[in-house]
């Protein structure tokens, strides 16, 4: 454990879905002991949202995924004496974080004024949808509304398209990243204060903070709306030709920003045709059309031996079970086995942390709603 930087901090959890659980399983990865304070029976309403609909060991395997490596302490925090059991765990952590709708936890008692006067030098760290004020705040903060509302889904596809959502949870996954840095930010300012720190970010804020190429240029460029290409696998808006995903004879290749003549001379066509950078992006459309055509008629492994050759940027483009069988994948080691408690096992992610030059594995599972609440109590209620 003498790798695990934040080994001895206790974090406790008031969170549920996707986006402040990940930052806590970030935590927990690097050594800190998370608990999830959850309603007791049912638990955090995570544990009912499922990926293709699988459940294992009575809850959702995506709770599985989100919430390894933590303890669960259940609690009712309508009730008097289990919110003075909250209060007496809430001096002994380190760090709080919530996901709640603005106003939640003020009405329970536990918003940060509130629990400033119980720990003086608590972190809180909260993640809202669209902030604390403002018209929006009440919203719902789900992933994919957020990626409509802020613009994301109109970068992706071509312009023929209609708005292409990410495949992923995105926002939540980028906004947890963010919640994480905030909270070991947060850790540094109190070892020099003492006192305590309140870290606030939202799922709006980190949709345009991903964003921040693309705005910046929309906002330098006259206002003018993003373009994406006419051609079907242009892979962003902004870039210029050849940036994209090109059909093969047996597949598809992916092409990065690269000197177009050179490209064009590894795949025998006329390189002088495209010495002006000017028509990269100008013509791009066209461009991405005739490599195309010529991409198509020899397999993938063919054209990566001519490309790479010369050094331009390129690669396969794979499934899933393409890439698992693929060495860098085998060397990247970045799977692990859970044993869950119904005797059956997990395979999920490590932690992609490399601390001392050693990864960060874990198989400890999710836990059952109040699985840890004895323990829990002995180790920091008991007198």
Known sequence: MDNRPLEGLLVLEFAQFMAAPTAGLRLADLGARVIKI???ISGEAGRQIAI????????????????????????????????????????KADIITHNFRPGVMEKIGLDYEAVQKINPSIIYATVTGYGQEGPWAKKPGQDLLVQSVSGLTSLSGSAAD????????????????????GILAALLKRSRTKKSVLVEVSLLESALDMQFEVLTTYFNDGGKLPQRSA??????AYLSAPYGVYKTADGF?????????KIADALGMPGEAYLDRATWFKERDTIMQSLGQ?????????????????????????????????????????????????????KTTRSVYNIDGKYLFSNKPAPRVGQHNEQIQADYLTP
């Not at 989100?66 to 007496?88: F, M």
């Not at 959502?165 to 840095?181: E, K, N, R, S, W």
């Not at 290749?253 to 003549?261: F, N, R, V, Y």
Request: charged share 20%.
């Open 294 to 346: 010529v991409l198509a008629a020899q397999p993938t492994k063919s054209w990566l031996d001519k490309l790479e050759e010369r050094g331009v940027w390129c690669a396969e483009v794979n499934n899933y079970h393409e890439f698992f069988a693929a060495q860098g994948f085998t060397d990247a080691q970045m799977l692990q086995d859970i044993a869950l408690q119904d005797g059956s096992s997990l």
């Open 231 to 236: 051609t079907r696998g242009g892979g962003h």
């Open 52 to 91: 293709k609909n699988i459940f294992v060991d009575q809850s959702s395997l995506v709770f599985h995924t989100i919430n390894r490596n933590k303890e669960s302490y259940a609690a009712d925090l309508k009730s008097e004496s289990d919110l003075a059991t909250i209060h007496a765990l809430i001096k």
């Open 253 to 261: 290749l992916a092409l990065a920003m690269g000197d177009l003549p």
């Open 162 to 181: 209609n708005p292409v959502p990410f495949g992923l949870a995105v926002i939540d996954m980028y906004c947890a990243t963010h919640l994480t840095q």
């Open 38 to 40: 959850e309603r007791p």
